[in-house]
């Protein structure tokens, strides 16, 4: 069983930046992709960015140009550098692993809030 778990959720100011961390349990070069999904409370989580095994990375038009996704294999960990952060940024983000065929995995979720 892979343990997916997240960290470096926080209360920031509008405008600042955070980076979140998804540390996992086994290679990270092993899954067929990877991402970060946010839910907001009454809102249908999605995906905010996405990482391929082969290192492509796809992006949620409102985050674009403002979050980065990247991966460090030494480390088996997925990061998601959020900047410029805005008030609709707020939810709880989720860690995601497919592993093929079919498989699915999560991390328990890190609460990401921006107030002033």
């Known amino acids: 069983q892979v343990q997916l778990v997240e960290s470096g959720g926080g209360l920031v100011q509008p405008g600042g930046s955070l980076r979140l961390s998804c540390a996992a349990s086994?290679?990270?070069?092993?899954?067929?992709?990877m991402g970060w999904y946010r839910q907001a409370p009454g809102k249908q989580r999605e995906l905010v960015a996405g990482?391929?095994?082969?290192?492509?990375?796809n992006y949620a038009d409102s985050v674009k140009g403002r979050f980065a996704i990247s991966r460090d294999i030494t480390k088996n960990t997925l990061y998601l550098q959020m900047n410029s952060l805005k008030p609709e940024d707020t939810a709880v983000y989720y860690c995601?692993?497919?592993?093929?065929?079919?498989?699915?995995?999560w991390g328990q979720g890190t609460q990401v809030t921006v107030s002033s």
């Open positions: 086994r290679s990270i070069f092993s899954f067929y992709t």
């Open positions: 995601n692993a497919i592993q093929l065929p079919v498989t699915n995995y």
């Open positions: 990482m391929t095994s082969v290192g492509s990375t």
